[in-house]
């Protein structure tokens, strides 16, 4: 079966490594698969095996202005069809709302069966005005939206039932580390490490996680806080970090390609995002047998994680509770023990290989589907 998986960039995020990783467990399975991206290689954090094919159209150049922004629209719209076409895909998959409406037009007319997939809560991350206009009468035209937690899916209840589903995000067995791993400046080996991964973005609150640590950092000199990841606010971030006095015990790291090491070598995993689908960054934690904490921001979150069974979830935007939370955690080790023990029986529920038999029950319904369709034309 050809699969062509589309997504506006593979840069480091959730929904681009949940790409990866189904496109990889796709091409085990026998299927051929492509991936097409609107970006060049040269923004690529992720890396694809060589056989998958993988189509970079180069088409994100910023526009100067309004009419030659539409002008650059239809451009891609037209690049991208031609690429899905010359793919001959029985299936196209898209990955992140703006590509679901991106992809939806550009394969107006086309036939082609598409799945659209959606990440996080459309009412926090919404595409913008412009783009929200079509997702409406685009996503009515999906073979299928597939969203990645019950949370998402309730958002949607203004698309028929028969054309939704919810499919949860995968994530792999880990592998064992040497000892001898590559630490990022700043980083003490000798010392407890807390970690936290995401892009440095305002939903992703890690100032509130700074202000909660900050509180009781001082009780905990032998602990380091390290957050991995890039974006638009770590200079505003790394300021509040020096504000707070916590230069030595906070680390930035930056985006690192795999951060599987530094987890397996952590003792707590903490998120404490606005809103959240269903994250990758936690999940993976949990995978790896790290204790959590997670702020209460999404139905995602206490599909993904079990309160006092595998981590402790604490109110949305409560710096308090959260403070409470790191340091009942951070204070006794039994207790982390004793939940890190639960932890990996993430992958019992939402391994790679369960996700991928509900990925092929959905395509060989859509294409069961598209076969009596075609059959009545």
Not at 44 to 60: G, H, K, M
Not at 232 to 252: A, I, P, T, Y
Not at 298 to 325: F, Y
């Amino acid at each position: 079966m050809q699969l062509t998986l589309i997504i506006p960039g593979l840069t480091s995020g959730g929904a681009e490594r949940v790409l990866v990783l189904l496109a990889q467990g796709f091409l085990q399975r026998g299927h051929t698969v492509t991936v097409i991206t609107l970006s060049s290689k040269d923004t690529d954090f992720y890396s694809l095996p060589p056989t998958i094919e993988r189509v970079a159209l180069n088409l994100q150049q910023k526009s100067a202005t309004l009419l030659h922004g539409i002008g650059n629209t239809i451009v891609r719209m037209i690049r991208l069809r031609q690429a899905v076409r010359e793919t001959q895909p029985d299936i196209v998959i898209s990955f992140m709302a703006s590509m679901n409406i991106f992809a939806g037009l550009a394969l107006f007319k086309t036939n082609y069966p598409l799945i659209g997939t959606e990440h996080c809560s459309p009412k926090m991350f919404p595409c913008g005005q412009s783009w929200e206009m079509f997702r409406r009468p685009t996503y009515r035209h999906l073979r299928r939206l597939v969203s990645v937690s019950q949370g998402v899916d309730d958002e949607l209840t203004w698309l028929l039932k028969a054309k939704r589903t919810v499919i949860y995000n995968p994530f792999l067995p880990p592998q064992n580390f040497p000892d001898q791993i590559h630490y990022p400046n700043g980083v003490n080996p000798d010392k407890k490490w807390i970690m936290s991964m995401g892009r440095l973005i305002f939903e992703k609150r890690f100032d509130l996680m700074l202000t909660a640590f900050q509180k009781i950092a001082d009780r905990y000199p032998d602990w380091q806080l390290l957050v991995l990841g890039e974006g638009e606010l770590r200079d505003e971030l790394e300021n509040l970090r020096e504000h707070l006095g916590l230069s030595e015990q906070v680390v930035f790291t930056g985006a690192i390609s795999d951060p599987f090491p530094l987890l397996q070598h952590s003792k707590l995993f903490v998120l404490s995002s606005q809103t959240e689908g269903f994250p990758m960054s936690l999940g993976e934690a949990l995978a790896f047998g790290l204790p959590a904490i997670a702020t209460n921001c999404s139905s995602g979150i206490r599909e993904l994680m079990r309160d006092g069974i595998d981590g402790i979830i604490v109110p949305n935007q409560d710096i308090a509770a959260l403070t409470v939370a790191m340091d009942r955690l951070m204070s006794d080790e039994v207790e982390r023990n004793r939940l890190a023990s639960r932890a990996p029986e993430v992958l019992e529920r939402f391994g790679l290989d369960k996700v991928l038999d509900q990925w092929e029950i959905l395509i060989d319904e859509i294409l069961k589907e598209q076969h009596v369709w075609s059959r009545g034309q």
